[in-house]
């Protein structure tokens, strides 16, 4: 199974620019790239922060921008989404029986468990799982087949990362979150956004990767406290195969338009030399 992940969209109604840039002409490449070169994928999954401000314009143009893609979309809810305005434009988005955007997913290759950890009551934009969606990510992960790997997708990461602003708009109860886990069963491999970073690594014997934003990036600055250091690093999205040994994940930069070349070619390497 192949399926591709785009995460922190922060999609603002159409014709606006956010942190000097446009996410909806940011989608559109990634979506041009996706429908041109993975027709074999399952999926897209977008792991939260879909709007930047919740507002209904911005999920309006986020419909239409998503209605380009040929696959599927699964989408989460991230700390700057608003429940209501995003089921008015997305009514088939799957949700549990408590309103929460989540749901548990079984293909021939992979159980694919999807969390909402939006907090709307928050005062900052750190994320939540309550006890309606701990007992979700409890029944899901204990009743998901054994029989192939368990994906497991979320918006807000359980642990910190060493970007200090970031650390402290993380999941606010991640012991709640591990202790299910611990009772139940691990995931396979566990998939966020939220840092607008490429951070891979494993949390506490669980491999997991966050995904880069497809919007402004956060700069690389293990020092900053007290704001949020942004940059206009190129986006990217990640290309995730599951077969039966193993779990790959490419990350692409959709945007390049630079040269190709072969390494095997002697007078490229001619040309390349300064």
Same mark, same amino acid.
């Given at each position: 199974?192949?399926? =591709?992940i785009l995460t922190d969209t922060h999609f603002v109604a159409a014709g606006r620019r956010i942190y000097g840039l446009d996410p909806a002409e940011r989608l559109r490449a990634a979506i041009a790239c996706i429908n041109? &070169?993975?027709p074999e994928i399952a999926f897209v999954i977008v792991t939260g922060d879909l709007a930047h401000w919740g507002e209904d314009a911005a999920y309006d143009a986020l419909a239409a921008v998503l209605g380009e893609l040929r696959a599927p979309t699964l989408l989460l809810m991230g700390n700057h989404d608003k429940r209501d305005g995003f089921s008015r434009y997305f009514p088939g988005a799957a949700h549990d029986a408590g309103g929460f955007f989540q749901t548990m997913q =079984? !293909? &021939?290759a992979a159980t694919i468990v999807t969390l909402d950890t939006l907090n709307e009551a928050a005062p900052n934009h750190e994320g939540l799982l309550c006890d309606a969606r701990l007992d979700f990510l409890a029944h899901a992960l204990s009743s998901a087949p054994t029989d192939r790997p368990l994906l497991l997708f979320q918006h807000h990461p359980p642990f910190d990362t060493g970007l200090r602003y970031m650390d402290t708009i993380r999941l606010a109860n991640p012991e709640?979150?591990? &202790?299910v886990i611990a009772r139940t069963r691990r995931p396979d491999y566990l998939f966020m956004g939220h840092l607008h970073r490429p951070i891979a690594g494993v949390w506490r014997g669980i491999p997991f990767h966050i995904q880069r934003a497809l919007a402004h990036q956060v700069a690389f600055d293990l020092v900053a406290e007290g704001h949020i250091p942004g940059s206009h690093e190129a986006p990217d999205y990640s290309h995730v195969s599951v077969e039966a040994d193993r779990i790959v994940i490419h990350q692409r930069? !959709?945007?390049y338009d630079g040269p190709l070349f072969s390494l095997h070619d002697k007078a490229a390497l001619d040309r390349a030399a300064f």
């Open positions: 199974m192949k399926f =591709v041109r &070169d993975h =079984v !293909f &021939d709640a979150e591990w &202790d930069s !959709f945007l």
